[in-house]
Nanobody
């Protein structure tokens, strides 16, 4: 198993930036494909970004492409989501997730989840 803990969520003005972190513990972090998802109030969880084991392939939702950058440091067992040019529509609880498999944008494919971190973007 792997345990995931997100941090970095905050209240920020539109146009601002935030960096979320997801720290992993437990089994070898580098074996997992990692993903970020988000859920806004009253909405379903949606895919944000995913990254393969060795930073080889990154996959972004169209809504964040060009604004968000996902990366990982397999030495520090930490994954990051750099979010720039934030919009009010980005307001949500952001979750990191891990799966022992190929890159995927489907939440049901991920076996492990963090508790989430709140991002609020004011207009």
């Amino acid at each position: 198993q792997v345990q995931l803990v997100e941090s970095g969520g905050a209240l920020v003005q539109a146009g601002g930036s935030l960096r979320l972190s997801c720290e992993a513990s437990g089994r070898t972090f580098s074996r997992y494909t990692m993903g970020w998802f988000r859920q806004a109030p009253g909405k379903e969880r949606e895919f944000v970004a995913a990254l393969t084991r060795r930073n080889a392939i990154t996959y972004y939702a169209d809504s964040v492409k060009g604004r968000f950058t996902m990366s990982r440091d397999n030495v520090k067992n930490t994954m990051y989501l750099q979010m720039n040019s934030l919009k009010p529509d980005d307001t949500a609880v952001y979750y990191c997730a891990a799966r022992d498999g190929l890159i995927s944008g489907k939440g049901d494919d991920y076996e492990y989840w963090g508790q989430g971190t709140q991002v609020t973007v004011s207009s």
